[in-house]
């Protein structure tokens, strides 16, 4: 974790630098002893392990340079996320320019009606920000939420802090965002489960957030900065005018919805030990996020309002963007496969003896938010603290469901300068760095917090194991 937040903070290094370097020094540093006590303690989890099976793994792994080793596990996680990433990528990217965003967007607001703008705003965040980034979110929900300011003359706080609260939570508990998919990846959760355990976490966190949202606006009040756009651009939001035509609602909603959909009914099929070839379907991860991304293409294709070429730009970017987080979450699967390498989840079972089981909880939260906090990305604290974790799989006597929802929440406090997006919230709304830091940092930190113990309370009322 020195090596990397070393890379990133003083060097100044991209993150896939920094993990892969991290990953070639520890892969290096690593003695033929802990490399032989690591596939020792790997094949014995599994089951009854003869000698000769246990030697021949040994001499294998012995027999692969530090590179390699690296190289092995960056390609296995990229294997496993490359496609769900890329297509996650394509699915927000179409929501955006085919105009589905905007009508889920309007649909929930004429559920809500206007005086409950700010519940719209709420379910809306959390709903786009399954497949979509938080910056992405809160750039489409905004204007919105300034054109609502306009016309209630109020609750401009209110609105800001719900899109936040709906937002930040999806982005760091439910996949296929990057973060809590290779988390997922690194503690072996199923999707569909994290995807469903992740909405219950989320959920309670941001009911906090709401509370938090209505009691700070009862006290305070945020003018309209008068630089803001007209009312009509306002309402349209930043990627154009307002289409005539736009998807049906439920067409609108099908690519975020289908593949939760699809990987829960594998989920709950999976528990009741179903078998079959429509299981092991519904069970795969990257046909759900296959046939959410067909159906956005779909219809970018009939409601997108750009010609051909510029359609096929835009996928072409949102690619380019995913693969650099491809890139970026392999490396941290590298850095991860060498780290257990060294035999660290036996150390700190160790050192933290009988209390290991609890203190997993509070512990890898703790390191995802050191991480967060000194280096201001979400996801890429997830990525540095998932090893950790992975380190008490063989101790906790729960899901590991709930390490990687320990892992989410700690990826929340502490928002600061250094978060790319605590300067999208401070600049799109108006609002002084003061201000963020006196309503936003708090929010979203105890948001972290609350989740933490709506985790731990049902790591013990409903360990799944």
């Not at 993990?19 to 009854?48: C, N």
């Not at 004429?110 to 519940?119: K, N, P, Q, V, Y």
């Not at 920000?129 to 905004?142: C, K, N, Q, S």
């Not at 290991?356 to 509070?362: E, I, Q, R």
């Amino acid at each position: 974790m020195a090596l990397v937040l070393g890379g990133i903070l003083w060097l100044r290094l991209h993150a896939f630098l920094a993990l892969i370097g991290g990953a070639l020094v520890i892969a290096f540093l690593t003695p033929a002893t802990s490399l032989e006590r690591y596939v020792e303690s790997e094949l014995l989890r599994k089951g009854p392990t003869s000698d000769f099976e246990i030697r021949s793994a040994q001499a294998e792994l012995a027999g692969k340079t530090p590179a390699k080793r690296v190289v092995d596990g960056f390609g296995e996680t990229c294997g496993k996320v490359g496609i769900l990433i890329a297509m996650a990528s394509v699915i927000g990217v179409c929501l955006l320019e085919s105009g589905a965003a905007q009508r889920i967007v309007e649909a929930i607001l004429a559920c809500f009606g206007a005086a409950r703008a700010h519940l719209a705003f709420l379910f809306s965040g959390f709903l786009l920000a399954i497949p979509v980034f938080f910056d992405t979110v809160f750039y489409l929900l905004m204007p919105i939420g300034k054109a609502m300011r306009r016309k209630t003359g109020k609750n401009y706080l209110l609105y800001i802090l719900t899109i936040v609260a709906g937002g930040t939570m999806a982005h760091s508990l439910i996949p296929p965002t990057p973060g809590p998919m290779f988390v997922a990846n690194e503690l072996k959760v199923d999707i569909g489960t994290m995807m469903i355990a992740g909405f219950i976490v989320g959920s309670v966190a941001v009911a906090f957030g709401y509370a938090w949202a209505v009691w700070r606006n009862r006290h305070h009040e945020i003018e309209l900065p008068e630089e803001v756009e007209d009312a009509a651009a306002a309402a349209a939001g930043p990627y154009g005018a307002t289409r005539e035509v736009l998807p049906p609602v439920i067409l609108a909603f099908l690519p975020v919805l289908l593949p939760i959909l699809w990987l829960g009914a594998g989920s709950v099929l999976t528990a009741q030990e179903q078998s079959g070839l429509w299981v092991r379907l519904l069970g795969d991860k990257n046909l759900a996020l296959i046939a959410g991304a067909a159906i956005a293409l779909v219809m970018l294709g009939i409601y997108g309002a750009n010609k051909r070429e510029e359609k096929r730009d835009k996928i072409q970017s949102a690619l380019q963007s995913g693969a650099g987080i491809i890139l970026i979450t392999a490396a941290g699967g590298a850095f991860g496969a060498v780290l257990r390498q060294t035999g660290i989840g036996a150390d700190i079972a160790e050192m933290l003896g009988a209390s290991t089981v609890w203190l997993a909880l509070p512990v890898v939260f703790l390191v995802t938010t050191i991480v967060r906090t000194a280096q201001g990305s979400a996801t890429v604290a997830m990525i540095t603290a998932a090893p950790v974790a992975a380190a008490f799989l063989t101790q906790i006597t729960f899901h590991p469901v709930y390490l990687a929802l320990a892992i989410g929440c700690g990826s929340k406090p502490i928002p600061w300068m250094n978060d790319s997006g605590f300067w999208i919230i401070t600049r799109m709304s108006g609002m002084k760095e003061s201000e963020t830091l006196r309503f936003v940092t708090p929010m979203m930190s105890l948001m972290g917090v609350v989740g933490l113990i709506a985790t731990v309370i049902g790591a013990w009322l409903f360990p799944m194991v």
